[in-house]
């Protein structure tokens, strides 16, 4: 993983662009929103419960433009985090991305996954996050209006467990497709964990 410009404290430029923020579940790096101005981003992209483990405030002050949900029907209603996910989203009053259509769920759009493969190949979706992505980087590129300068990621970690670990080598190259490719600007908060580095196969190593 690349070393992306970090952010620190509450020293952002607000500046005539468009500014993405993805918000994930990693209650660290996603908590690290309250030393920042939350109204410096133009747009903010939620998924899953994220905005159980905010404050209130915090949802109000985001411009909370969509939200993905992309698992299986069943976490609507029975589910572990939070009492009743589907009226939450539909108080929203957001266009909700899924994979599928679900039940008790208003204005959804299905993500338009074969245009994203075509735009940035099959190998890298192996999370919710890298869909996001995916989704801004194919609207960067096909749409005028929908051109990103900046992408923030709070709450996103990948480095707890086994599933994350096997997710976090698409993101990774999604983002750097997203800096090298696209000259979009990168940011992260100083404790996440999408900054620390892989080992280099025969360099980080004594004997192999």
């Not at 509450?10 to 109204?39: E, F, V």
């Not at 909370?64 to 939450?88: G, P, Q, Y």
């Not at 996001?132 to 990621?153: D, P, Q, T, W």
Request: charged share 25%; glycine share 4%; net charge neutral.
């Amino acid at each position: 993983m690349k070393v992306y410009k970090i952010m620190r404290g509450t020293q952002l430029l607000k500046t005539y662009s468009k500014r993405l923020l993805i918000l994930g579940m990693s209650a660290p790096s996603l908590l690290a929103l309250k030393d920042y101005d939350r109204t410096y981003w133009t747009e903010c992209w939620g998924l899953n419960e994220a905005y159980s483990l905010i404050p209130d405030t915090w949802l109000e002050e985001l411009n909370i433009t969509r939200w993905f949900e992309v698992h299986r029907s069943k976490v609507l209603k029975n589910n572990e985090r939070v009492k009743d996910h589907a009226k939450f989203l539909n108080d929203l009053n957001v266009p909700i991305y899924t994979t599928r259509e679900l039940p008790d769920l208003k204005n959804q759009r299905i993500i338009n996954k074969d245009a994203i493969l075509f735009e940035l190949g099959w190998d890298w979706f192996q999370s919710t996050v890298s869909w996001m992505v995916g989704c801004a980087l194919y609207e960067h590129k096909v749409y005028s209006n929908r051109a990103f300068n900046e992408i923030s990621i709070f709450g996103v970690d990948m480095i707890l467990t086994d599933e994350y670990k096997c997710q976090r080598p698409g993101l990774a190259h999604l983002l750097d497709v997203a800096r090298k490719e696209y000259g979009i600007q990168i940011t992260l908060p100083e404790n996440c964990g999408l900054l620390t580095r892989p080992e280099l196969y025969g360099f980080d190593q004594d004997e192999i």
